[in-house]
């Protein structure tokens, strides 16, 4: 019998997951469907439970939703704990397993797609809202030097003591970056919706430095800045389509080539 996924937001009919699950199941050969479901912003519960009394095995969860998965799993990876958020949910005998794989992806975009090491890197990290926090484990599993950096910067320093035992991290303000220098920038803010421009330091690309936006679909003023300064430029497509990957592996224990289903998505 099929087994049953889906996404589940508020807002959802923009989504490309139910596309990209779509892709990996005509690759791998898996017998699955994926759906996308919009809940109600007060019903996400509700929703979880009809979901999993009817059988589904698992859902991604995506805004604004991922605290209350958190709140909701029985048992809860290292990456979702370190996230305090939850994109992936599996459903088991034994209860609500919950993970975050956008770290995942976002590592595995930059380091396999991008084909850049991450090891004794020097990366900033913009933003320390609930997006900063889903990356800076994988982040640091992969060897970066973070430093953290927000509008306020005691929210900066906050993310900064929270992952202190796990790697090299510090956090400050904007005004506060100097003269320093990062190999690799990462704009984990929302400024992008907005196109509201972050004040950086014309300085601030080491030389061959990438700029990532994990924002996807349109030229935000961090990119357009990034460009014009000489580093190398990419948006979140990727990060996208390898965290997805990535819930596909906790679900079916298989891993896709996400290559050919990038191109594909990047072609149209």
Known sequence: MTDKYAVIGHPISHSKSPRIHRMFKEQTGEDISYEAIEAPLDGFIATIERLHSEGYKGCNVTVPFKFEAFKFATELSERAQSAQAVNTLRFDASGIFGDNTDGAGLVADIEHNLGISLRNKRVLLMG?????????????????????????????????????????????????????QFDAIINATSAGLSDSKIELPETIFAPGALAYDMMYGRETPFMAFARAHGARVADGLGMLVEQAAEAFFIWRGVRPDTSPVLEKLRAA
């Open 128 to 180: 320390a809202g609930g997006a900063a926090y889903g990356v800076v484990l994988p982040l640091l599993h992969a060897g970066a030097h973070i430093a953290v950096a927000n509008r306020t910067a005691g929210k900066a320093r906050q993310l900064a003591v929270a992952f202190a035992g796990s790697g090299n991290v510090t956090g400050c303000g904007y005004d506060e970056l100097g003269e320093q």
